[in-house]
């Protein structure tokens, strides 16, 4: 009788299962994190491009404050609400540069440790023959 008691296997698939799920669960949560917080860099850097690019087409005047808002509207269309903070070019230095950032970042399980905050930037050439109005 001993011997049909040690080759039972009944009840061990269950007994792996439970104590390799909660390492499954963290797994999956993390991945879910991760790619949240990636998707929203990457939101982050596409509406930067975009603000610097609308504001190295256009005046200096008008330049930052275009810049600024076709950004925030990119980040509002994302459901991303970041500061964003533009410099208008000048004699020295030629380029519209636009950096978001979003601090605090809340992760949307939270079981795995993600940034507290997101930082994107870009910039692009002045396409003025001069920066001045």
């Given at each position: 009788?001993?011997?049909n008691r040690l080759k039972s296997?009944?009840?061990?698939?269950?007994?792996?299962?439970?104590?390799?799920?909660?390492?499954?669960?963290?797994?999956?949560?993390?991945?879910?994190?991760?790619?949240?917080?990636?998707?929203?860099?990457?939101?982050?850097?596409?509406?930067?491009?975009?603000?610097?690019?609308?504001?190295?087409?256009?005046?200096?005047?008008?330049?930052?404050?275009?810049?600024?808002?076709?950004?925030?509207?990119?980040?509002?269309?994302?459901?991303?609400?970041?500061?964003?903070?533009?410099?208008?070019?000048?004699?020295?230095?030629?380029?519209?540069?636009?950096?978001?950032?979003?601090?605090?970042?809340?992760?949307?399980?939270?079981?795995?440790?993600?940034?507290?905050?997101?930082?994107?930037?870009?910039?692009?050439?002045?396409?003025?023959?001069?920066?001045?109005?």
């Amino acid at each position: 009788m001993s011997r049909n008691r040690l080759k039972s296997t009944d009840g061990v698939a269950a007994l792996e299962f439970g104590l390799v799920l909660p390492l499954l669960i963290v797994i999956l949560t993390g991945i879910v994190d991760y790619g949240h917080a990636y998707f929203v860099r990457l939101s982050m850097s596409n509406a930067a491009r975009e603000g610097a690019r609308i504001g190295a087409t256009l005046p200096a005047a008008d330049a930052a404050s275009v810049a600024k808002t076709t950004t925030e509207a990119y980040l509002a269309r994302s459901g991303i609400d970041a500061t964003v903070t533009v410099s208008t070019p000048s004699q020295a230095e030629p380029t519209v540069d636009v950096e978001i950032t979003l601090a605090p970042f809340e992760p949307l399980v939270g079981l795995v440790p993600v940034p507290d905050h997101l930082h994107a930037s870009a910039a692009m050439r002045w396409e003025l023959p001069s920066p001045e109005p």
